[in-house]
């Protein structure tokens, strides 16, 4: 049977994908893969979830989603939009696809990071634009200057995704820059598409600011789900310039509907504080956990990548303590048959991190510390 030309990219890309990832972690195996933390779902929440299913009314809400979440994001981010600035979205994922759908013809060009989610790519693709990266610093704490990004911008370009944080690294986009990029893009009739999916684990001193409501060419997309491992409810939501968000509608109209009403439900008590002592006590334990993944590191002589801080991943440079070349496909399969430990290879996220593996420490102390020695020996024993 034929199909349509952009499903076919679609294909390769997960093909692509298949070929890196392997779903298969072998029991007693290390995994340091970890996309969502794995902690249990407070007990505060699970009550809130049987409370709605027994009580609350679960009909389709309005496509934008319910007034009253969207009127308390509106009120937690100061948006100067109020509701109308605000569309809840079934993650944010459909986010920047109905984002992408409504701002973008075929043809145009859409600016990403270096390192990122394949799906960034897929979704203008998909659309029949195209696509151009822009390097990010695996050195600094600074992804990328607005100097730097804004001499990539071409005649082309009709929208810059932006990452806070990247989602490979934990390093913010910090404000001063956006704020320069911001500019040139207004001046020039460019979006700015702010993925934020990990905003909301961030540590103390990191100096994470949402850039939602920044400017009318500003469309930011977030979620809260991932910290509480309930990343399967789905849910999520966009902010942007009311005749934005009222075009960007009129996709999600014909492709959803509207979000799940359970999840904005749920999400309404969680955006309201329900769960924030546990939100609390998580970004606790991951900023210690994140503490000793770098003192293992350092203790490893493994002193190759960018501190995080937020989310919870180490993108760790492997190639440069090897004596002889070897990719990170090949160095990620030797861990696994050799070494029991599963990582995920840094070509998942580009080219441009092929020399790096990405860790994760979202899990227990010990396979921390088991985890990080295992990459030390794999290392030694190529080197021998």
């Known amino acids: 049977m034929k199909y349509s030309t952009r499903i076919e990219h679609l294909r390769d890309l997960i093909r692509s994908s298949e070929r890196i990832l392997s779903d298969s972690i072998p029991k007693g195996h290390i995994d340091l893969t970890s996309s969502v933390p794995p902690f249990p779902v407070p007990g505060a929440l699970l009550n809130a979830a049987q409370e709605i299913i027994r009580s609350e009314n679960l009909n389709y809400t309005e496509t934008y989603g319910l007034p009253k979440l969207r009127e308390v994001l509106a009120q937690k981010h100061n948006l100067k939009w109020g509701i109308g600035g605000v569309t809840i979205t079934t993650g944010t994922s459909e986010a920047l696809f109905c984002a992408i759908a409504a701002i973008m013809e075929p043809g145009d060009e859409l600016l990403v990071p270096s390192i990122t989610l394949r799906a960034h790519k897929a979704v203008s693709l998909f659309f029949d634009g195209r696509v151009n990266e822009y390097p990010v610093s695996m050195h600094s704490s600074v992804q990328i200057t607005a100097e730097e990004l804004i001499a990539m911008i071409t005649p082309r370009t009709k929208a810059v995704l932006v990452n806070n944080p990247l989602i490979a690294t934990g390093q913010l986009f910090t404000p001063c820059e956006f704020i320069k990029l911001a500019a040139y893009c207004e001046a020039q009739d460019i979006y700015i598409l702010v993925d934020e999916s990990f905003y909301d684990i961030h540590y103390p001193g990191s100096g994470s600011v949402s850039f939602a409501g920044h400017s009318p060419h500003v469309i930011c997309f977030s979620s809260m789900t991932k910290l509480f491992s309930m990343s399967g409810l789905r849910i999520g939501w966009l902010f942007a310039d009311p005749e934005v968000t009222e075009a960007i509608n009129s996709v ?7 979000a799940n009403t359970f999840s904005q439900r749920f999400a309404l008590r969680m955006v309201s504080g329900l769960g924030k002592e546990n939100r609390d006590k998580l970004i606790s334990i991951l900023q210690n956990r994140r503490k000793l993944m770098i003192e293992t590191l350092q203790q490893h002589k493994l002193t190759r990548y960018v501190k995080p801080t937020a989310g919870y991943h180490i993108l760790l440079n492997f190639r440069d303590e090897l004596k002889q070349p070897c990719s990170d496909i090949e160095f990620v399969r030797l861990l696994k048959e050799h070494h029991e430990l599963i990582v995920t290879p840094g070509s ?23 985890g990080v020695a295992a990459i030390r020996a794999c290392i030694d024993e190529l080197n021998l």
Do not use: L, M
Request: aromatic share 14%; charged share 25%; hydrophobic share 35%.
């Open 252 to 258: 999600r109209y014909i492709s959803s509907t509207c």
């Open 348 to 370: 998942h996220f580009g080219p441009a991190a092929d020399a790096y593996i990405r860790i994760s420490f979202a899990t227990d102390e010990r396979n921390i510390q088991r």
